[in-house]
């Protein structure tokens, strides 16, 4: 198992006010070789999470997440429905690509018609819908539109082997949907959004993990919800919906498309890798693309 490196005990210890690094307790939660490991560190004072990133690209989205797009959420909650909360950042050091953050309380998400958990999809859904709605300039010089055609593109090429004639066929019908991008801005997105980093704390849902975190169309907080969680269970797309608010006929072409591109390249990903498990996602991600050709 990774070792807790001197500049996480600096971190932590400068996090908590200087707490001396001596005091702390710490447990992995999370240890990936090829992305990043997860501490809780606890102290009388009290309990942290720091993240060390591997590469400084899903380092500097998360940082950039947590310092200057999710400070600006507390104004969008209300006080008649439950709150979606977030991490709030303590401390970070560049140099190490670690973050220091507020120990986010609460479960995952289990799937199920339950009351708690359409309550908890429907505050995700104002969630999303708030992240989308910050005043962020899109100041990529690509056209959205264009810089969907080309991943398109891309990724078909790499997936064509992987595809049967019928299943290319359909899949070029959703891609020839790009032109809803047409003068869509980029704003601010998760873009890793699904349960699986959501935790549930009474009514209250948290969410975690924006190291994917960019700029880009909205749909793309939809995508991987739409690819494996709403097929299972429609009573959870129309909670999220609700929450959301319904899609227009251009942002449904767009979830389409990008749900077409993320089949391709999960499937192509998967083959590089030789990842059965991703292999799968790949699948149910074209089936339910698929289903909307």
């Given at each position: 198992?990774?070792r807790?490196?001197?500049?996480?005990r600096?971190?932590?210890?400068?996090?908590?006010?200087?707490?001396?690094?001596?005091?702390?307790?710490?447990?992995c939660?999370?240890?990936?070789?090829?992305?990043a490991?997860?501490?809780?560190?606890?102290s009388?004072?009290?309990?942290?999470?720091?993240?060390?990133h591997r590469?400084?690209?899903p380092?500097?989205?998360?940082?950039r997440?947590?310092?200057?797009?999710?400070p600006?959420l507390?104004?969008?909650r209300?006080?008649?429905?439950?709150?979606?909360?977030v991490?709030?950042?303590?401390?970070?050091?560049?140099?190490?690509r670690?973050?220091?953050?507020t120990?986010?309380?609460g479960?995952?998400l289990?799937?199920g018609?339950?009351?708690?958990?359409?309550?908890?999809?429907?505050?995700a859904?104002?969630?999303a819908?708030?992240?989308h709605?910050?005043?962020?300039?899109?100041d990529?010089?690509?056209p959205?539109?264009?810089?969907?055609s080309?991943r398109?593109d891309?990724?078909?090429?790499?997936a064509?082997?992987l595809?049967?004639?019928?299943?290319?066929?359909?899949?070029?019908?959703?891609?020839?949907?790009r032109?809803?991008?047409?003068?869509?801005?980029?704003?601010?997105?998760?873009?890793?959004?699904t349960?699986?980093?959501?935790l549930?704390?009474?009514?209250?849902?948290h969410v975690?993990?924006?190291?994917?975190?960019?700029?880009d169309a909205?749909?793309?907080?939809?995508?991987k919800?739409r690819?494996?969680v709403?097929p299972?269970d429609?009573?959870?797309?129309?909670?999220?919906?609700?929450?959301h608010g319904?899609?227009?006929g251009?942002?449904?072409?767009?979830?389409?498309?990008?749900?077409?591109?993320?089949?391709?390249a999960?499937?192509?990903?998967?083959?590089?890798?030789?990842?059965?498990?991703?292999?799968?996602?790949?699948?149910?991600?074209l089936?339910?693309?698929l289903?909307?050709?």
């Open positions: 198992m990774t807790v490196t001197p500049e996480l600096a971190l932590a210890s400068r996090a908590l006010d200087g707490v001396p690094e001596d005091m702390f307790s710490w447990t939660l999370k240890e990936r070789s090829k992305s490991t997860v501490w809780r560190a606890e009388s004072s009290g309990a942290l999470v720091l993240k060390q590469h400084p690209r380092f500097a989205q998360e940082l997440a947590y310092r200057d797009w999710l600006r507390d104004a969008t209300t006080a008649d429905s439950p709150a979606t909360r991490a709030r950042l303590l401390a970070f050091d560049a140099a190490a670690a973050l220091a953050l120990a986010a309380p479960e995952r289990s799937l018609p339950s009351e708690l958990v359409l309550s908890a999809h429907a505050a859904g104002r969630f819908r708030a992240l709605s910050l005043p962020v300039a899109d990529d010089p690509l959205l539109r264009d810089g969907v080309a398109l891309e990724w078909h090429a790499r064509a082997g595809l049967s004639p019928s299943e290319r066929d359909a899949l070029q019908r959703l891609s020839d949907r032109d809803a991008f047409a003068g869509v801005r980029r704003v601010p997105c998760h873009r890793d959004f349960p699986d980093n959501w549930l704390a009474g009514e209250d849902l975690l993990d924006f190291e994917h975190a960019r700029l909205p749909e793309a907080d939809l995508v919800l690819a494996d709403w299972a429609p009573a959870l797309e129309h909670a999220f919906l609700a929450g319904p899609l227009t251009d942002a449904a072409a767009r979830l389409d498309v990008l749900l077409a591109l993320h089949a391709v999960t499937l192509a990903w998967a083959e590089r890798h030789a990842d059965p498990d991703f292999r799968a996602l790949g699948r149910r991600a089936s339910a693309a289903a909307s050709a």
